[in-house]
């Protein structure tokens, strides 16, 4: 039986470890999985930015449509850009929702003590996180991981911030994993009890997981090293050409960006 | 023949104090196949990595006569680590078997062709872009492998390389192996695969070699393998006794045609 505490922790690592791992979704044909890795990177950048700088409901929302759209073309289910945006939402809701009973303001109805400016923050930091992670989801699902290292390679990122993003990532899958395996072993073994044990059990969890994840650091380090790990990153995908749907594909998420900071700042 | 690879007072204790291999002398010729065989925290998986360079032991490896600096020869060792897992570092299959490829500048056409020609043989065609940690045990083995494999590298350093494999897959592997044109190392608790994996054997004990010798000679010295924790092979077992040793069977197969 599954204890509530460390089923969390093994749903928690589930999630975050499918969040970074595209599977199939990337080997289909669609918009984005033909376009160069490079014009896909900056246009997500760009989505992304424009998210960040802009506070307007409208273009948040136009945004979203935008994001929506190209899951669409590129054989993304929305459902599943849903469900990777959900987890990242929830956490949103810890920090916006408060606000909507704790900003100073007119009442949205009269009576209830939700302000017009609480509801106004929650809704653009909803969007602007909605919006942000399926930018980046899409780019996660659509393309390589070895193409995106190689665009960032391409688009002339030094090669020492390359290596660190790239063994960054590998290692949160793997550490990831190692989780789900203690979870595992734990349940195995019988899980469950009273909260204040399954607390208990918890602690105990993350501190052998801390301790394991140096050990399998370095293991996976050997492995990497033994295949020219320590070497600048050099994966394939980075010597196409560009082409004219790529130039376009840049070009929107450009504009998008240029829109959002253009509304931003007008007077 | 030059060795291409010379191990001298290879020594290595790891921070608890456990001993992991202690002044260990091994010469491995070009395009030999040896074994080494041992019981488990005998000191192989020790070994394997001190001579790919993957430790910082005592004592001086020599790779191809040339060199002592295992990362200047990277791209001619390969190296199998004993637990598939820590082989497994991408995202998806497909991307670990082309990141030695693409780390040690093959070409892409080259490297697509190496891959399908792997994923073919070990049957990782249908698993190609799925994440490793969804494989099974077996799977992830033979994925491992055909990440080391990719790159084609001279020397292969194979840490329990049929660990978990099964039966039809063993027999593809101990192929593979046998066709490569390279040297061999293979490291096993499994006493019954060196026939098929090797010309000499290499027994470790608590971290030492206790022999090093030829296969025949090694497999059928019961006193010799009982005192590292090992037993010979089943068909050395079942005709002990009965046959001179130089005539012991040191194979199923060969078992199987005395009967």
């Not at chain 1, 993003?165 to 793997?174: E, K, P, S």
Request: hydrophobic share 50%; glycine share 10%; with cysteine.
């Amino acid at each position: 039986m599954s204890g509530r505490v460390v089923g969390t922790l093994d749903a928690l690592s589930g999630t975050l470890r499918s969040f970074f791992v595209a599977e199939r979704v990337a080997a289909r044909d669609g918009f984005l999985q033909r376009r160069d890795p490079r014009a896909v990177l900056f246009a997500v950048g760009c989505l992304a930015l424009a998210a960040t700088v802009s506070r307007s409901l409208v273009v948040l929302a136009a945004l979203g449509v935008t994001v929506l759209a190209l899951a669409r073309v590129s054989a993304v289910p929305a459902a599943l850009l849903a469900r990777r945006s959900g987890f990242a939402l929830a956490l949103a809701a810890v920090v916006g929702l408060p606000q909507l009973l704790l900003m100073p303001g007119d009442p949205v109805v009269a009576g209830l003590p939700v302000s017009e400016a609480g509801l106004a923050y929650a809704a653009v930091l909803g969007l602007r996180v909605g919006v942000g992670v399926g930018a980046l989801s899409l780019l996660v699902l659509t393309t390589r991981f070895s193409a995106v290292v190689a665009a960032l390679r391409a688009l002339r990122v030094p090669a020492a911030l390359v290596w660190v993003f790239a063994v960054t990532y590998r290692y949160v899958v793997v550490l990831l994993s190692e989780l789900g395996s203690l979870v595992r072993a734990r349940e195995a073994r019988g899980g469950g009890g009273n909260v204040r044990t399954e607390w208990r059990d918890a602690r105990r969890l993350m501190g052998t997981f801390l301790v394991r994840t140096f050990e399998r650091g370095e293991r996976v380090g050997q492995g990497m090293r033994a295949r020219g790990g320590d070497r600048p990153p050099s994966p394939y995908g980075g010597g196409q050409s560009l082409r004219a749907p790529d130039y376009a594909l840049a070009a929107l998420s450009l504009t998008c960006l240029l829109a959002a900071g253009v509304v931003q700042w007008s007077p | 023949m030059v060795p291409v690879i010379e191990a001298r007072g290879l020594s290595f204790s790891y921070p608890d104090g456990t001993r992991g291999v202690r002044e260990v002398d091994l010469d491995v010729a070009a395009g030999e196949r040896v074994t080494v065989v041992g019981a488990n925290g005998s000191g192989k998986s020790t070994l394997a990595l001190s001579l790919g360079g993957l430790l910082d032991a005592e004592g001086t490896v020599t790779y191809f006569g040339e060199t002592t600096d295992a990362d200047a020869v990277r791209e001619r060792l390969g190296v199998l680590l004993g637990n598939p897992d820590d082989c497994l570092f991408n995202t998806t299959v497909r991307e670990d078997l082309a990141y030695g490829p693409a780390q040690f500048g093959m070409s892409e056409a080259a490297a697509d062709e190496r891959i399908a020609d792997l994923a073919g043989t070990l049957g990782l065609d249908d698993l190609l872009d799925k994440p490793p940690f969804r494989l099974s045990a077996g799977e992830k083995r033979r994925a491992a492998l055909a990440s080391v494999l990719a790159f084609d590298p001279d020397v292969l350093l194979l840490d329990e390389p049929l660990g978990a494999v099964d039966g039809s897959y063993r027999e593809l592997i101990l192929d593979l192996l046998r066709e490569h044109e390279g040297t061999v190392v293979t490291f096993t608790p499994t006493v019954e695969a060196v026939p098929r994996l090797a010309e000499r054997v290499v027994v470790m004990d608590e971290g030492e070699v206790v022999a090093n010798g030829e296969v025949r000679e090694v497999l059928t010295d019961g006193e010799l393998l009982a005192s590292a924790g090992l037993r010979p092979p089943p068909a050395v077992r079942l005709f002990e006794g009965k046959l001179p040793r130089e005539e012991l069977p040191l194979t199923v197969a060969a078992a199987r045609e005395l009967l």
